[in-house]
């Protein structure tokens, strides 16, 4: 024999509620009366003294012939269409992705996704534990463990959907950890061994996860599928580029993609600073991509601003902003003690405005900064690497006490580079043979460039806001002067260290990148520990102390779109983030969810589950017993 | 002679005896009895009523010889008359503990009708006998055997009514027995009046018919009282049978009144249905009942005076 539900025979505790009426001695009043002989013939009459009498309403027969059937009725164990009851740790996951702010459901898939995870948590066992994870940009825990629902249902209705992707990754890693059992061996055929009772529910469109390290793991995920269909177009990349000749000639590219199988016509706008520059109608058949391009003037620093109007599912894609800014001469101070080649390089090098000394000028008081330093053999005044917004290249130098000691190699041949690096585009080091170079340890925040069999000879890093090349050799007792990839390794590494190429990206972002603020060199104040105030596009500020021994702030929070204004001291800065996501902008629901390429989990619905009513029936009718009694055996008399 | 409606009666006004002494009990029948009286009997004998004629036979008594008839027929008859005897009446007055609740209480009532039916009885020269259903209630008084042997005249009307005064209503009484002793009495028949709350056992509508059966007139007074006609009892209750001690459970309320006044008068109908077969007349009063309302206008429409 098996009970559904043992712990129901608590209900046998009514069986004394009962008996206890039925034990209390009722409290009789006395009286002497004449004869009791009408009283007796009175309770012979009311009693019953033949098989059968004629039916009467009586109010006792009608409560038990109603309890009669309310009994029957709980034997026959009725079930009703509910919530399926969820029990043990349950681990839910809501996606709060761009891709969930497509309104293909009413109103939103987010808001579809919230009710369904609410309808979970509802139906959530008493004693049941459930912690709630936000899987936005990043991945955050909107409500830790607890079997309070009136907690987990506060938490889910604050939560809300941002324009980043998805951080499936760091969102699974986290579940996985919840729901592993820390004492249980790991069996491989098994998989984890998982806290009995324990299961992932995710609430999500799908998107596009990379959850292949998932996939032997057996997870006890159950996935929640949103969204009906696929129509959204996007604009999947913006690019501003000034002209070679005149800076001022902008030439804007953009890039839209048309995600559903049908055609979407609108209308493309161009705005610079608020003015409104162009508009294009465009149609765009089904899965086609359409590029546009601008040449625009742009007499100021500014934001473009691109919309395309369009009736589709998702708009946070819709729109996207160029934060431009014109070109201005690199400021660069050689200090050698002469090096024709090297002079001769940078000069090649336009948009720079050059100085060239043959020791170390006093930096400290009121000179003009320095974008990008050259230390040609000379080693540096103590602090020198302090100054603010400068970056250094240094050739055959040590600046500071990088390295523990010192030593020669003989004639290093190359053996190694990193060809992805910038600054070796188009460098070639084929032939270059070097007379002898520093035999030095690589720093912990260097990166190499190119190294030989027991040194680095090149190595690039940031260290303190500020950012590094170090050639470890003499450029004069190597062949690479007379070679045609030196000036290009000059010119690709005062770019780099001058971050021309780095602004524009550091001014665009994307959703859920991390802002990274830095100090100009130019700025006046010398200050380490400035306030940072960022105005997001919703119009709420933050702000937060620059890290005092950095000259770097970082701000993460940027799940919406549009234009971060950041001041700095006296600098302002127009940061623009856009909710280019491919992997958003691809907004097909998903209907399973797969892990890697084999294994694939089908998507299910909040089950509604046969729950049986039994027990509200069974306490009906205790309270109608109850009643019975105290009407027949209180109210009557 | 002293005349009780000229005194201080202990039960009966002067009045209320002033105004009995202007009936009399309504007979249907002529009176068996063999003692003189005022009633009309089935015999001859000497009174003012003319009855019949006879031939005359030596002996009779020549006062009687109708001298008339004697003078147109030349023969001689002899006038009959109508013989006037006493009406045997014996009351029962049930004294057992029941008669003493109510208020007023039963008692006091059916003692008040039965000094003034005895009152009556004995205003008319009728033979009186009374007798009770609680042998306690007549020994506790003293009485004895004063009350309970036949009286007649008016002279006994004080004396009865004294009697009756003293006599006290207590103990357990059997109804049936006593009418069956009314039965099993020797002497002519009468009337016989029966003054109960009837509260007990069906077995005295036995006993009635039997005494039906005897040739006696039978009036059935009952007495309730308001109480026991619309109880105010609710609750959980015990009742104590006063005279047998016996307890009742039972619970009781405004929603119960209904069945318990049916079957009160289903009772009721029981008895007027077996004095109905037996030629008896039948009264109910309640003991808050006015004694001159029930004497003089109820007691003549249903017959019993006259």
Known sequence: ?637 | MPDASSETSPILSGEILRKLEQLELVTRGRSRSSQKGERLSRSRGQSVEFADYRTYSPGDDLRYLDWNLYGRLDKLFVKLYEEERELPVRILLDNSESMQFGDPSKYEFARMVAAALGYLTLSCFDKLSIAFTSEEGVSKSGIGTKLTRPIRGKSQALPYLRALAGCQCTGQGNLAASIRSLTSQKGAPGTCIIISDFLESPEFLESIKALAGSRNQIVLIQVLSPQELNPDLKGELKLIDSESGAATELTFGKARLKSYLKMLHGFFDEIKLTASKSGATYVRCQSDDDLDQFLFKRMREHAVLG
Not at chain 1, 349 to 369: H, Q, R
Not at chain 1, 459 to 468: I, V
Not at chain 1, 556 to 579: F, H, K, M, P, R
């Open chain 1, 1 to 637: 024999m098996k009970f559904l539900a043992p712990s129901s025979f608590l209900f046998l505790g009514a069986l004394g509620i009962i008996l206890l009426f039925y034990i209390l001695k009722r409290r009789r009043v006395e009286h002497i009366i004449s004869s009791t002989l009408l009283w007796t013939r009175f309770l012979a009459e009311t009693q019953a003294n033949a098989p059968f009498q004629k039916l009467r309403r009586h109010l006792l027969m009608l409560i038990q012939m109603l309890a009669v059937v309310i009994l029957v009725l709980a034997l026959v164990r009725p079930v009703i269409e509910g919530p399926q009851e969820m029990s043990g740790l349950n681990v839910i996951i809501v996606d709060a992705s761009g891709s969930m702010l497509t309104e293909d459901v009413e109103p939103n898939r987010f808001s579809v996704a919230k009710q369904d995870a609410r309808n979970l948590i509802e139906g959530l066992k008493p004693g049941a534990r459930a912690i709630l994870i936000r899987m936005g940009a990043t991945t955050e825990i909107a409500q830790s463990t607890t079997s309070q629902k009136s907690r987990l249902l506060e938490a889910l209705d604050a939560m809300s959907a941002g324009a980043g992707p998805a951080a499936s990754d760091s969102a699974f890693q986290l579940a996985e950890s919840l729901v592993r059992n820390p004492t249980a061996t790991t069996d491989i055929e098994e998989g984890i061994p998982f806290v009995p009772g324990a299961s992932i529910h995710l609430f999500s469109d799908g998107g596009v996860f990379s959850l292949e390290d998932l996939a032997t793991q057996n997870l006890p995920i159950s996935y929640y599928p949103v969204g009906s269909r696929q129509y959204n177009l996007a604009i999947t990349a913006t690019d501003a580029r000034p002209s070679a000749l005149d800076p001022t000639n902008q030439t804007l590219f953009v890039e839209l993609q048309n995600f559903s199988t049908n055609s979407i016509n609108g209308v493309l706008t161009v705005s610079f600073n608020g003015q409104e520059l162009e508009n294009r109608g465009f149609a765009i058949p089904g899965d086609d991509k359409l590029q546009s391009i601008f040449t625009v003037q742009q007499p100021e620093n500014g934001i473009y601003e691109i919309v395309a109007s369009c009736d589709d599912d998702l708009a946070i894609d819709n729109r996207a902003w160029i934060a431009s800014r014109l070109p201005s001469p690199t400021k660069a101070l050689l200090v050698t003690p002469g090096n024709y080649f090297l002079e001769k390089a940078m000069r090649a090098i336009k948009g720079i405005e050059l100085t060239v000394l043959n020791s170390f000028p006093d930096l400290t008081g009121n000179s003009p900064g320095y974008d990008v330093i050259v230390s040609d053999r000379i080693s540096p005044p103590s602090g020198i690497g302090s100054i603010p917004g400068a970056h250094y290249l240094w050739i055959n130098s040590q600046p500071t006490e990088w390295f523990s000691s010192t030593d020669s190699n003989e004639a290093p041949i190359p053996t190694s580079a990193n060809w992805t690096h910038p600054v070796l585009r188009f460098v070639s080091l084929d032939q270059l043979l070097i007379a002898r170079s520093q035999k030095v340890q690589l720093p912990i925040w260097g990166s190499p460039i190119l190294q030989s069999t027991s040194s680095p000879l090149i190595f690039e890093g940031e260290l303190n806001g500020a950012k590094h090349i170090w050639i470890g050799f003499d450029l004069l007792e190597s062949n690479w002067p007379r070679q045609v990839s030196f000036p290009v390794f000059i010119y690709n590494s005062v770019q780099w260290l001058a971050s021309k190429s780095d602004e524009k990206s550091e001014i665009n972002k994307l959703t859920g990148d991390t802002l990274t603020f830095r100090h100009d060199a130019s700025s006046s104040s010398p200050s380490s520990n400035q306030k940072i105030e960022v105005t997001l596009p919703n119009g709420r500020r933050t702000s937060f102390q620059q890290d005092e021994n950095s000259r770097l702030a970082f701000l993460s929070q940027t799940e919406e779109s549009g234009i971060y204004q950041v001041t700095i001291g006296d600098q302002e800065l127009d940061i623009a983030v856009n909710a280019t996501h491919l992997s958003e902008s691809r907004n097909a629901p998903a209907p399973s969810l797969k892990l890697g390429e084999v294994t694939e989990i089908a998507g299910t619905r909040i089950l509604n589950a046969q729950n049986e009513i039994w027990q509200t029936i069974a306490l009906i009718l205790l309270a109608i017993l109850l009643f019975e009694w105290w009407f027949f055996h209180k109210k009557t008399v």
